[in-house]
């Protein structure tokens, strides 16, 4: 059965990033495929979200505990061993964020990580409220899209934006790469024309999320 040989191969598919495009009878075929529990299906979910609900997760703790995987893995489970059919998406994606949100919460009451972990994660300066949650989850999202289209570029402005995000000024970048600076900038134009267009979906997920 499929439900055992995704967690065999859990950790080749989490590795990777969804090759999914975004045409809509795509995404339409692997939202039923989902609900069907068809294995192809499944396994771009993996792909698509395991590393970026680590990610969260592992955030909402603090990287305090070593049951990340575990409770994502619960989420899996648990749609799978159900009968929760999705809508869409959108549908989709609030879901799996809303559960692991949850499910952080439970075990951070459940194992008491440390007394003032609970109150940090509530106060006004972190999430305060679902909604802070689900804009986290966003930028977890939006994260691990960034850098899969950014491996995607020309190795030109591929290693432009690599430094941009190691933190490096567009001056920088040029002394670095030995380049001028209207060389560094028009592939930077280039580059998130091309980031632009392939992340286009994150703003729809941000309004669905708020």
């Known amino acids: 059965m499929f439900i055992t040989v995704k967690f065999l191969s859990l950790k080749k598919l989490s ?10 009878e795509e995404i339409s075929a692997f939202i039923q495929g989902i609900n069907n ?16 609900l680590c990610a969260f997760t592992a955030r909402m703790l603090n990287n305090q505990s070593d049951d990340v995987e575990d409770l994502v893995q619960d989420i899996f489970l648990s749609i799978w061993n159900n ?16 559960a692991c949100y949850n499910n952080a919460l439970i075990h951070i009451r459940n194992h008491n990580i440390r007394n003032s ?15 802070e949650a689900y804009a986290l989850a966003v930028q ?13 570029l020309p190795p030109e402005q591929k290693r432009i934006i690599s430094l941009r995000l190691q933190g490096h000024s567009w001056n920088d970048i040029a002394e670095i790469m030995q380049l001028s600076i209207n060389t560094v900038k028009t592939q930077k134009q280039r580059s998130y024309k091309f980031l632009r267009e392939h992340l286009s979906e994150v703003p729809l997920l941000l309004l669905f999320f708020t």
């Open 15 to 24: 590795s990777g990033t969804s090759n999914m495009n975004k045409d809509p």
């Open 37 to 52: 529990k068809k294995s192809q299906s499944w396994e771009a979910l993996y792909t698509r979200y395991y590393a970026a």
């Open 83 to 98: 009968e929760r059919k999705f809508e869409n998406i959108s549908e989709l994606t609030n879901y799996l964020y809303r």
């Open 117 to 131: 972990l609970l109150p940090a994660i509530l106060n006004e300066n972190r999430l305060e409220n679902s909604q």
């Open 140 to 152: 977890e999202e939006l994260i691990r899209q960034l850098h899969f289209y950014t491996q995607q």
